[in-house]
């Protein structure tokens, strides 16, 4: 069976952006109820300051940036200024690379050119004939599961499905969520991530450090993501309509906005390993 949910990250708790702050993304509040650091804004210099400077860094503020971050899957319509992504994503470029390679590359889509592939790439998904010409150029998961990994996928899965009201032999609704993935979740913008294709698995790494800046930039903003393998597997379709060099290959989709307080799915709380669990410390 397929897994249910957007094939990366988690889902939503409390403190995510509400209509009532959409209006002014900057306007977050740690959980002290102190606004958080804002960043720089558009001409403004993104060049990370002097080491030994750390005046106004506050540790809750990154932390709270860190574990508000959920993958957000109903958004409101509220438009997010251009500037404000531009913002996100100069900030995100800060993120560490091999060499200083910068492997990314991103695709900012909003308004028609959104409403286009989104259009696109749901009538591949949709149609059978279609759906099975398509594979994806890398594989995000294992071919075979084991433990503990496949325990996780299935309770996210199902937990999601369970706020949902789908049930396990509900194969039409499970669909119908999946195909939630290629709008983007109804984000007002869509960002489509690619690297070279002749690039190492280190630069991979790199992406991965990229990607997690870019949300968690997008959260000290009071906006909400949605990271996405899934349009992985339409890379063709993707190619097509943003008109992609052939040495470029889809890493992921992500979906940027302000979350749907009202929406049921977006309540799913994902759990995480106990610290004992995973880090070893060795003296």
Not at 1 to 23: C, E, I, L
Not at 25 to 54: C, F, I, K, Y
Not at 74 to 102: C, K
Not at 210 to 222: E, K, Y
Request: glycine share 8%.
């Amino acid at each position: 069976m397929k897994h249910p949910h957007s094939r990366a990250g988690a889902t939503q708790p409390s403190g995510f952006a509400t209509a009532a702050n959409a209006s002014n993304p900057s306007d977050t509040l740690s959980r002290s109820g102190a606004p958080m650091q804002a960043q720089p804004g558009a001409g403004e210099s993104t060049h990370p300051a002097p080491v030994n400077d750390n005046a106004g860094l506050r540790v809750e503020h990154v932390d709270e940036a860190i574990r508000s971050r959920r993958s957000i899957r109903a958004y409101l319509p509220t438009p997010v200024p251009t500037t404000t992504v531009a913002d996100i994503l100069s900030v995100a470029s800060r993120a560490p690379s091999g060499s200083n390679i910068q492997p990314w590359q991103t695709y900012v889509l909003t308004g028609e050119t959104l409403t286009r592939l989104t259009s696109r790439l749901l009538d591949a998904f949709n149609d059978p004939a279609q759906r099975l010409m398509h594979q994806e150029e890398y594989a995000y998961y294992p071919r075979e599961w084991t433990e503990p990994y496949q325990a996780r996928r299935r309770k996210v899965g199902w937990d999601l499905y369970g706020l949902l009201g789908i049930g396990r032999a509900d194969k039409a609704r499970m669909h119908g969520q999946h195909a939630r993935n290629f709008t983007f979740f109804d984000a007002p913008v869509g960002l489509i991530f690619t690297i070279d294709r002749h690039l190492e698995q280190g630069s991979w790494l790199d992406y991965g450090m990229f990607l997690q800046s870019v949300m968690i930039a997008a959260r000290a903003r009071g906006l909400d993501t949605c990271a996405q393998a899934a349009f992985a597997t339409f890379h063709q379709v993707i190619a097509a309509e943003l008109h992609l060099p052939p040495s470029r290959m889809v890493v992921c989709g992500m979906a940027m906005g302000y979350a749907d307080p009202n929406a049921v799915e977006n309540g799913l709380v994902t759990e995480r390993a106990p610290l004992q669990e995973w880090a070893h410390f060795l003296d």
